[in-house]
């Protein structure tokens, strides 16, 4: 499944519709990483990153909501933001800004469920901290410019992997919390609710953005 297919999408709730009757959970969950100052990424990397992690949750959400609207049993709608909807990281720009398009698309989405009085649909969503995955094996870094900064952002998040936690006690935290009707579910509480308070603290304060140094990070290469 390409996520980045809308008429791919489509096909898949028109199957599943016909093959497992009404839906119950749909996580939207795809998502690529990128590596780089802003001004080195390669268009074809920004276009594909959008496409995937922003598009690819709004194909997700047009082709199965209509269903859910029309079904009466209860359903969840997860939608994958990051720790990082909640921050501003350099060297990870493009990552960090659809993530925050996530979590901004989510929140829209509850209100819009509400408003319409769809109780029977939960929409939450889900700010992982570092779980480990090939996510940063397989992200895009840089053709020209500063390939060094790319790399050393890439082997410092495979730092910050060697104290992830496994996709199952992911998943796990994750669909304990759905049933508890939370939306906003954190796998890792200290570390994302501590993120979380920090980026709150600074809007209010009107503090400029400034890397963060502690918690999901790990040392960076002097």
Same mark, same amino acid.
């Given at each position: 499944m390409d996520v980045r297919d $809308?008429?791919?999408?489509?096909?898949?709730? @028109?199957?599943?519709?016909?093959?497992? /009757?009404?839906l119950r959970l749909l996580v939207n969950n795809a998502g690529v990483q990128q590596f780089g100052y802003?001004? @080195?990424?390669?268009? =074809?990397?920004?276009?594909?990153l959008v496409s995937i992690n922003i598009n690819g949750v709004f194909h997700g959400i047009r082709a199965f909501m209509p269903r859910l609207l029309t079904?009466?049993?209860?359903?969840w709608v997860l939608n994958l933001a990051s720790i990082g909807s909640v921050t $501003?990281?350099?060297?990870?720009?493009?990552?960090?800004?659809?993530?925050?398009a996530v979590l901004s698309l989510t929140e829209c989405l509850h209100q819009e469920v509400d408003l319409i009085g769809a109780r029977h649909i939960q929409v939450s969503a889900v700010l992982p901290g570092a779980v480990a995955s090939r996510i940063f094996d397989e992200a895009g870094g840089v053709d020209s410019g500063d390939?060094? =900064?790319?790399?050393?952002?890439?082997? =410092?998040?495979?730092?910050?992997?060697e104290r992830a936690i496994?996709?199952?006690?992911?998943?796990?935290t994750i669909l304990q919390q759905?049933? @508890? /009707?939370?939306?906003?579910i954190v796998t890792q509480p200290e570390s994302v609710l501590g993120a979380m308070r920090d980026r709150a603290d600074q809007l209010t304060a009107r503090r400029a953005p400034a890397p963060p140094r502690s918690r999901f990070t790990a040392p960076r290469p002097e």
């Open positions: $809308a008429a791919a999408l489509q096909s898949l709730a @028109d199957r599943v519709a016909k093959e497992s /009757g009404p802003l001004w @080195d990424t390669p268009v =074809a990397n920004w276009e594909r079904q009466s049993e209860p359903a $501003a990281w350099p060297l990870q720009t493009p990552y960090i800004m659809s993530k925050h390939q060094s =900064a790319a790399e050393n952002e890439r082997e =410092a998040m495979f730092r910050v992997r496994s996709p199952e006690e992911a998943a796990a759905a049933a @508890d /009707g939370e939306f906003y």
